[in-house]
T-cell receptor
């Protein structure tokens, strides 16, 4: 039972343009959502999080949008840079629980 | 400040053996979680420790166990290794209760290969 889904295994974007990564979830008990970036042979690196009481959170080039009614969140990266090429994971946690449930990841490739 | 340190980085074991992996969290972080990453299953939660107590456990068999010491360092143990246990094992630490907002910091992982 995949509670967090990233339906696009890969995405290619031109340098300087906007990258949009999508994530869907099914568990209504999730109240925090996080995005991580991962390079090969390294652990995931935290990018940004959002609480379920918000619909948007920004940090520099990264913005996360949450649509609770659709159980959908997205990560926008503007402008995209070559160093953004990595696998991106969305993750979610339930109220009062430190456990993260991860999606399967989307490989983002930024084309120079 | 030092990050999350996992040792060893690579490990090769034989089926039926047991293995112990180590994780030193960031200084001041008292919550330590373990995850297994495989190509087929992705990142799966194993367990989480806080103040030497296991607070959460994922859906893994009893062969997978862990513990946390008073200095917050953690170890996980896998007994009677199976080929399917080959994976990247990741440790993550956070200030208690703040990981969901400020993110968990992951180590680089231990790559376990079972032959």
């Amino acid at each position: 039972d995949q509670q967090v889904k990233q339906n696009s295994p890969s995405l290619s974007v031109q340098e300087g343009r906007i990258s949009i990564l999508n994530c869907d979830y099914t568990n209504s008990m999730f109240d925090y959502f996080l995005w991580y970036k991962k390079y090969p042979a390294e652990g995931p690196t935290f990018l940004i999080s959002i609480s379920s009481i918000k619909d948007k959170n920004e940090d520099g080039r990264f913005t996360v949008f949450l649509n609770k009614s659709a159980k959908h969140l997205s990560l926008h990266i503007v402008p995209s840079q070559p160093g953004d090429s990595a696998v991106y994971f969305c993750a979610a946690s339930e109220i009062g629980n430190e456990k993260l449930t991860f999606g399967t990841g989307t490989r983002l490739t930024i084309i120079p | 400040k030092a990050g999350v340190t996992q040792t060893p980085r690579y490990l090769i074991k034989t089926r039926g053996q047991q293995v112990t992996l180590s994780c030193s969290p960031i200084s001041g972080h008292r919550s330590v979680s373990w995850y297994q990453q495989t190509p087929g299953q992705g990142l799966q939660f194993l367990f989480e420790y806080f103040s030497e107590t296991q607070r959460n456990k994922g859906n893994f068999p009893g062969r997978f166990s862990g513990r946390q010491f008073s200095n917050s360092r953690s170890e996980m143990n896998v007994s009677t290794l199976e080929l399917g246990d080959s994976a990247l094992y990741l440790c993550a630490s956070s200030i208690a209760g703040a990981g969901r907002l400020y993110g968990y910091t992951f180590g680089s992982g231990t790559r376990l290969t079972v032959v």
